[in-house]
C-alpha cells in the first residue's frame, strides 16, 4: 500500500494507496526532503498541542509536489532526469503520491479531481523543463505494491 519508484538509489516518487491504514504517525520521507509526507490516525479525543513553526531558513534545489487524487483516474509516467521513460502506474480517488526526483508525466483516464501542493513561491517556466510524453504502445505498467 506504500509504493516506492525508484531508480537506483534516487527515490522518483511515494504512493500511498487509499487503502492504506496505520496508528499513530509515519512519515515517508526522508528528513532532508524539502517537502514532508506524513500519515496520521489518532482516535477520537486525541489532542496535538497547539503549536507554531518557528523561521528556519531552508533552501530548495527542486520542487517536489504532492498530489491528492480526490476522484477518477490517471496514469503517471516517470522518468529520470534525462527525460528518459522507465515506467508507468495507475493512480485511483483516494491515493497521494510525492513527485520526488525525474520527471513525471499524467494522462487522464477517467475525469480526476487532483489536489496539487509543492514549495512556493512559484517560479513560472523556470520551475520546469517540458519535453514529449511516451507513444501509447511503449507503456511499461509497474505492478502496485501491496
Do not use: C
Amino acid at each position: 500500500m506504500i509504493q516506492h519508484i525508484t531508480q537506483g538509489s534516487m527515490t522518483l516518487a511515494i504512493i500511498i494507496r487509499t487503502q492504506y491504514q496505520k496508528d499513530g504517525i509515519e512519515f515517508f520521507t526522508p528528513n532532508d526532503f524539502s517537502q514532508q509526507l506524513a500519515y496520521m490516525k489518532r482516535p477520537t479525543g486525541y489532542v496535538i498541542a497547539p503549536h507554531v513553526h518557528n523561521p528556519v531558513k531552508r533552501e530548495v534545489q527542486y520542487t517536489k509536489e504532492v498530489l491528492f487524487i480526490k476522484s477518477g483516474k490517471l496514469r503517471v509516467d516517470f522518468y529520470n532526469e534525462a527525460q528518459e521513460y522507465l515506467e508507468s502506474t495507475e493512480l485511483h480517488a483516494g491515493d497521494v503520491i510525492l513527485l520526488a526526483y525525474g520527471g513525471h508525466g499524467f494522462s487522464v483516464i477517467e475525469e480526476a479531481e487532483i489536489i496539487e501542493v509543492k514549495q512556493g513561491p512559484y517560479a513560472g517556466e523556470q520551475d520546469k523543463t517540458r519535453f514529449s510524453p511516451i507513444e501509447q504502445d511503449q507503456i511499461k505498467w509497474i505492478e502496485e505494491q501491496q
